[in-house]
């Protein structure tokens, strides 16, 4: 079955206690993402990659790290997390046909920072 | 991308048919009309897109009209699982990009 999965689903933690999310695919998807969802800011991307080795910002990267060594890996890294970091956390993963996307998101890691 | 508008809330009786709207006013000649449905704190989900014919699929039609400045998504017999946030998103076919999802309908489909 085609999916992106996401681990853990839930996760508490306290300031400053690096932590790691990680996103896998099976699609061979060259294209990989994360969201952040916060209520009335709706869904926010952080970063994205758009290949093995190639990563880049989105809109709000600031606090995280991301690395993608595996086509199918996109890990999320909180080195330093922080109370404004408590979030729904989204990966996604793309095809592209002719050039029309189409973006299959994970289902979701929710985060509580103390 | 063009700006949508879409209605905060509808409510649908299950099995009826569910019309969703979207106005897209702002859409250029290279921007699709997708829609994607976010269950409750579930991952978004792919449901259709189209350019300017009519489209179906197993989940869902879309129709667009013919000046491409609104569309509705139609669920023809909803039922209680298609209660969800319903988002309609305009973008040119230019490969990958982010999403920009607005704050779409959120579709209460009731016994």
């Known amino acids: 079955e085609a999916q992106v999965t996401q681990n853990p689903r839930y996760l508490i933690t306290v300031t400053g206690k690096k932590l790691t999310v990680t996103c896998s695919q099976n699609m061979n998807h060259e294209y990989m993402s994360w969201y952040r969802q916060d209520p009335g800011l709706g869904l926010r991307q952080i970063y994205y990659s758009m290949n093995v080795e190639v990563t880049d910002k989105g809109d709000v990267p600031e606090g995280y790290k991301v690395s993608r060594k595996e086509k199918r890996n996109f890990p999320l890294i909180l080195e330093s997390p922080s109370p404004n970091q408590t979030s729904l956390y989204f990966c996604a993963s793309s095809s592209t046909w002719l050039g029309i996307e189409t973006q299959y998101f994970g289902p979701g890691t929710r985060l509580l920072v103390l | 991308d063009a700006k949508t508008t879409q209605p905060t809330s509808m409510d649908c009786a299950e099995g009826r048919a569910a019309n969703l709207p979207c106005n897209h006013s702002?859409?250029?000649?290279?921007?699709?009309v997708y829609w994607y449905r976010q269950i409750h704190s579930q991952g978004p989900q792919y449901i259709i897109h189209?350019?300017?014919n009519n489209e179906t699929n197993e989940m869902a039609s879309l129709i667009i009209t013919e000046d491409r400045k609104s569309s509705t998504l139609i669920l023809p017999h909803a039922t209680l699982r298609d209660t969800a946030v319903y988002y309609c998103?305009?973008?040119?076919?230019?490969?990958?990009?982010?999403?920009?999802f607005g704050k779409g309908t959120m579709l209460l489909v009731s016994p």
């Open positions: 998103i305009v973008r040119a076919n230019s490969g990958y990009s982010t999403l920009t």
């Open positions: 702002t859409i250029s000649g290279n921007e699709y």
């Open positions: 189209g350019l300017k």
